[in-house]
């Protein structure tokens, strides 16, 4: 789950290696598709966030069928 957003970052970083130390990353950022990169890491972030409250909710002993 979470290999999808280590490879945005790692193409991020080989496209923008000034990113890091730029005053404006959005800017710095240029031809990169900024909004899908941001759309798939919420998308995946939601997902690993469902994933842990489905561990925290089985907890206490509420039977979830995990999928």
Known sequence: ??????????VTAVAAPDLAVS????VSLGALPYLPTAVVAIAMINAM??????????AP????PRT
């Open 23 to 26: 005053n404006a990353p959005v």
């Open 61 to 64: 002993g509420f039977a979830f």
């Open 1 to 10: 789950m979470v290999l999808p957003l280590v490879v945005m970052g790692a």
């Open 49 to 58: 966030s469902m994933h842990s409250a489905g561990f925290t909710a089985q």
